[in-house]
Every structure is written in C-alpha cells, then in structure tokens.
C-alpha cells in the first residue's frame, strides 16, 4: 500500500464526504461512522464498520443506531449528549446486534464535528473488544488512522481561528451589529453600534432591544414589538431588509437606518437572529432635498411648458396693441376705472358691442394689477363646442372621453395665480355656469375623469356683447353667476359715438401696418381723415383696423384707397365765427393733406374752437337734441362736452336772451 500520509497531513482542509470519507473510512482499518443523533441516523460507514456490524458499510445508513442496539437507548443517549456537551467522550460495553443474530461487545471514542461539517454530528471510532486480531493491527495502518485523526485536529483549530478572526472583524466593522436570542434579549454589540446608538454594550445586554431602539416610529406613534421586522426574521425564520426605520439613540435623538436581520438557528431551531445596520441619515435627507428640487423643477417645467403652449396658441391670433388709444372722455373714464379696480383682486364684466376693445381692457386690468407676474388666459366661449366645455375649463385625464388620449390642463388651472378672461362669457351652457359658480365661490375643481379636488386661485374678468339681464329674465343665464361676475362693470363704447377717437386709431394701426408688411411708411390725408370720420363703423375697432391694413395694401403712389359708405355731410353753417362752412373736426396734429400746408396743434385747436363757437352761436348755446350743437358739428353729445372742457369754453355765453 502506498505512502499517502505525509501528502495527505499537507493538504488544505476537505470537506467531510470528499476527504474524510476517503481518507479514513476507505483506507482505515478500525470501523469508522459520521452519526446523527438528533435525528438517530448513520450518515456515512466505511468497510471496517460494515464488517464489524455483519453487514455492507453501504447499508449502514439505512439502519438507526437504536436499532443495532436493541435495549441500550439510555445508555446510547447518554454517551452522544457527552460527546455533544464535551466534544469527546469515550464508552464501553456496547452490545452489537448482528443480522445473523451474533452479538458482538464494542466500545466507542466519539468527537463532535465542526459545525461546518453539519448540525451536531458525530464520528465514532468503534472497536470489538472480543476480536483478538485487533491486536496485530498492521502498524502503518495505525499510524495512518493516527495521522488522519491528527489532521482532524488541525481541521478543528483552523476553525477556532476563523472564529477568532470573525470576533475580530466583527469589532472592527463599520456597521452597526448586534444579536438578540428568542426572548429579543440583547447577545452581543459591536463598537460601531455603540458609537451610532450612544449605548455601551453592557447598557444593552440581557435587555429588550427593541424597547431600547425600536420602540417608536418616525412620526412618534408607538411601534409594537410584534410589528418588528427583527423579530419577525426569528418567528419566521426569514431574512428581513429595511430600507428606511428609525433607531432611538440614548440621548433621545432618531437616527435613520437600513438593516438586515438575519436568523440564527442551532440545531434545527431558530434560536435569534443578528441585525447588521447603518445611520442613513445624512443620505436620506440629501435624497429628500434632491427629490423635494426635482419635483419643483418639474412643477416649473410643467407649467411653462402649459404657459409656452398657451402662448403659442395666442401668437396664432395677434395682439395688435397693449394700450388703450383715445382722448375722448369715454375712454378717459374706462381709463379711470381701470386704475380703480386693477389693484383688488375684484371680478369685472365688461359689457360693449362686437370689436370694441373688450379684450384690451382685459389685458390693461390684469397688467396694472399685482397678478401681472402671472399669465392672463383667454377663453372665447362663443367658439367651443358645447360638450368640451368642461374639458376646456378644468381639463382632462386619459381615457376620460373618446378622443382624450392624453392628461389635458384645462384654462383655470392655466391661470392659476393670474387672470382668466372668458371673452363672449354668455355663450356658457346653462348646466355648466354651476361648476362655475362653485370654482368661483370655492376656488376647486375636479378635471373631467378624475375625482382629486384641485385648488386654484384665479381672478376673472368676463366680456360679453349680450344683455346679460335680459339673459337672466328669460332663463338663459344664473343670476347668481351674473351677480358673482358683476362686481365692477365697465362698458366699451362702440367707435362711432367717440369718432374723435378715430384719427388717432387710424394712424396707429397704418404705421403698425407698414411695420408688420414692411412696406414704406404711409400718411393719412385732411380728405382721408373726413372720409373715417364720416362713417358710422358699425365693426368698431376691429373694423378701422381691418379697413387701416387693406387701404395700406391697395395704396398707390403712397394714396390710401379707402372703400366706406360715407354719410351725407353736414349742411354749411354760417356765424360770426366764420364766414363760409364749418371745418371738420381735425384728426392728429401729425396728419397732413397731400400738398398742403401742415398745420400745427395750436392751429388745430383755434380752428376747432371756432367751428365749435359757430356751432353754439348757431343753436344758442344748446348741445343736445336734433336743434344742438352736437348734432350740427355731428359729433356725439359726450365728445362735444369733452372738448368744451378741453378747449375751456363755456357754452351758456352763447344762449340767446330771453324775449330777444
């Protein structure tokens, strides 16, 4: 037989079944076994062993060691729970029965396995004390068991300091690491679980740990021990990770940990479990900032996105201008009023025919008023459909409707913080002016599909070209969201009854015209400011606007061609202040007749002030009715008031005596 010892002593530690197995039970003479006594099984046998129990060594594991020991439990038990206490003990005595009936009397030098090699295994090294043969041993094979029992002992000092290591390594972990048995009593503490709790080891051992550091939640509210993710790994038997708990140090200050509690079993049993933990605390909050800021720049992102998309829209239909034009005293009351009540966050019905500047008063009372940081949306309710009312206002999610294949932010939550001006506001279906009226009185609503209660804060300013009372009479219109929206009314005066208006307006929009075409400039003439003046503009604003850019695209030769249904003139008046007709009422000082001699404002205002003089001498002194002034000069009764003060002329000088 070849010399394997020396080979064998300087291999690395093997496994029981790889190296054990062949070295000691194959090769070895004295009957060898690896026994289980919790379980009451042989696990493994080499040949010496099968003959000494009379039968194959490779069904030994079929056999239990109480059954080839008929009778002698006690004595069997006792002899395994040494060996188990001790990690070696030795009997003697025990009978063998064989399954031919003989029995044979052996005695057993039992050493508990390493915990590695299994849960509370033996080996036992047997001997038939009647066998004589035992006694001439062949001696090579004796010092060969000897070196394989001698290298079993090193096996279990390798082991002892790996245990030694591990205790090392685990004072000197970075992480928190702790023990409790099945009782949740506290083991063993690690340095690094001192530091982070603020507890000494001694403080903590034999106690309650989760009484001690686990008692509350983060939010104060008690945390029952049968709640505990740690004791749950030990009742269960599972690994348990936590990602975000608090621990409570000694001086009452919470600390944010993960941990993973792992069970501990001995014998089959779970006996506790060991928690390894860090203080995430710093990365925790670090993370919340980080989210806390990317769901701010989302919400930014979110809404320019919503405003750029509204502004889009608004591109498509120009803003022409951003300042209310004219002198006449209409206006300069409308002007008035919207110093009055762009300040206060009150809701304001502007009432006014079709092209009358609605719109831009809108726009002059959200830009004066402290919500000018915000966006002003515009709604035009005469021009959305009747069943996307309600999507239009408060918007939409997914699937909400056929056709809504996206989330849609509807105009009030558009608004949000600004002003939103419903243009045409009495085109509004009857059975939505409620949701309104709520979202008015309330400041919630609900988007379409969906049933979270949204907040806004949102200024209205309505317009509407109908008679909204009349509305009210007939049943076409809540009277109290009429009332909810007129707050401060304000009235847009149609064109024609401040025609002095008119030659500003008109010179206005011609050089924003030849701006926008990039054409050269163009002048309005004395007889081009007599034909606008002369014409009832039944479209207002929008209408000279659109009469302005057409003349502006016609013109020849720098003339403006202008297509109007003029009036008939006034008759020729004849007074002391002038001897033959009284002159129109001039436009801007800037306007011209082509060839003619530019006048100044001083001679504007002298020239006016005679035809307004002639006017009064010729009606003594009345401006109002067919037979007044106005109605000569044809000019409204308001506008002729105005200039009376403008030009500081009193028209009572002018009445005729009485009797005369």
């Keep these: 037989m070849p010399d394997t010892s020396v080979t064998r002593v300087n291999r690395p530690p093997v496994p029981l079944a790889a190296g054990l197995h062949r070295l000691l039970f194959q090769a070895a003479a004295q009957p060898m076994l690896v ?59 025990m009978t063998i029965t064989r399954p031919d009936g003989s029995d044979v009397v052996a005695e057993y030098d039992g050493t508990r396995l390493p915990p590695d090699a299994g849960d509370s295994l033996i ?59 099945a009782d949740g009593h506290t083991t063993f503490v690690n340095p690094a679980a001192e530091r982070l709790l603020g507890w000494r080891a001694e403080e903590l051992v034999g106690h309650d740990m ?9 939010d104060g509210s008690h945390y029952p021990e049968h709640e505990c993710p740690i004791y749950a790994a030990f009742r269960e038997g599972e690994i348990r990770h936590v990602e975000d708990e608090v621990f409570w140090c000694r001086d009452g200050r919470p600390i944010r940990v993960e941990y993973t509690s792992t069970p501990i079993r ?25 989210h806390a800021a990317l769901a701010e720049v989302d919400a930014l992102r979110e809404r320019l996105e919503r405003e750029n998309a509204y502004l889009l829209e608004e591109i498509r239909t120009e803003v022409n201008h951003h300042h209310i ?11 008035q009023q919207i110093d009055l009540v762009a300040p206060t966050d009150a809701n304001v019905l502007i009432t006014g025919e079709s092209g009358t500047g609605k719109e831009l008063i809108a726009r002059a009372i959200h830009e004066a008023g402290r919500r000018s940081h915000r966006p002003l949306i515009r709604v035009n309710c005469a021009a959305i459909p009747r069943e996307l009312f309600e999507s239009e206002f408060f918007g939409h999610v997914r699937g909400a409707f056929t056709g809504a294949v996206r989330d849609r932010v509807g105009r009030f939550e558009l608004a949000d913080g600004g002003t939103l001006f419903l243009d045409e506001v009495g085109e509004i279906p009857l059975e939505l002016q409620g949701k309104l009226l709520r979202v008015l009185q309330e400041g919630h609503f609900e988007r379409v599909g969906e049933e979270r209660t949204r907040a806004v804060d949102v200024r209205i300013v309505a317009a509407t070209n109908r008679d909204l009372k009349d509305q009210v009479r007939r049943g076409r219109f809540r009277e109290d969201l009429y009332f909810r929206l007129n707050v401060f009314p304000i009235e847009s005066v149609p064109l024609r009854e401040r025609l002095d208006d008119v030659p500003l307006l008109a010179a206005h929009f011609l050089a924003q015209t030849c701006r926008r075409l990039n054409i050269p400039p163009l002048k309005l003439t004395r007889g081009d400011v007599e034909r606008l003046t002369g014409y009832d503009w039944p479209g207002n604003v929008r209408e000279l606007e659109n009469v302005i850019e057409r003349a502006a695209i016609l013109a020849s030769g720098g003339r403006l061609r202008f297509d109007l249904e003029m009036r008939d003139p006034p008759p020729a008046i004849q007074g002391p202040a002038s001897r033959g007709a009284i002159a129109p009422m001039a436009g801007a000082a800037e306007i011209a007749a082509e ?20 006017a009064l001498s010729r009606c003594g002194g009345r401006i109002y009715g067919p037979a007044g002034a106005a109605a000569l000069l044809d000019l409204p009764p308001t506008t002729l008031a105005s200039r009376l003060r403008a030009l500081r002329i009193d028209a009572r000088r002018f009445k005729a005596p009485v009797g005369g």
């Design 35 to 93: 026994f289980d006594p919790i379980a009451d099984r042989i696990l493994l046998a080499n040949p010496a062993a099968g003959r000494l129990y009379g039968m194959p060594a490779d069904t030994l594991p079929a056999h239990r060691m109480s059954e080839l020991h008929a009778g002698q439990m006690p004595a069997l038990v006792v002899f395994t729970e040494a060996v188990l206490d001790k990690g070696h003990a030795w009997t003697r005595g």
């Design 123 to 181: 080996l036992l090294v047997a001997t038939d004390q009647d066998d004589r043969h035992r006694r001439d041993v062949d001696a090579e094979a004796e010092a060969y068991l000897k070196s394989g029992i001698a290298e079993w002992r090193r096996v279990e000092r390798f082991f002892r300091d790996v245990e030694r290591q591990n205790q090392l390594i685990l004072r000197a972990a970075g992480e928190g690491i702790y023990g409790i048995n």
């Design 210 to 218: 989760h009484g001690m550091v686990h008692h509350t939640h983060a």
């Design 266 to 290: 001995d014998r089959g049993m779970v006996v506790g479990a060991v928690i390894v933990f860090r203080d995430v605390t710093s990365r925790r909050e670090a993370e919340e900032r980080l």
């Design 325 to 335: 034009i004219g002198r006449n005293a209409a206006i300069q009351k409308i002007a």
């Design 595 to 614: 060839g003619a001699a530019i006048i100044t404002e001083t001679e504007r205002r002298n020239r006016d002030r005679q035809a307004i003089e002639a």
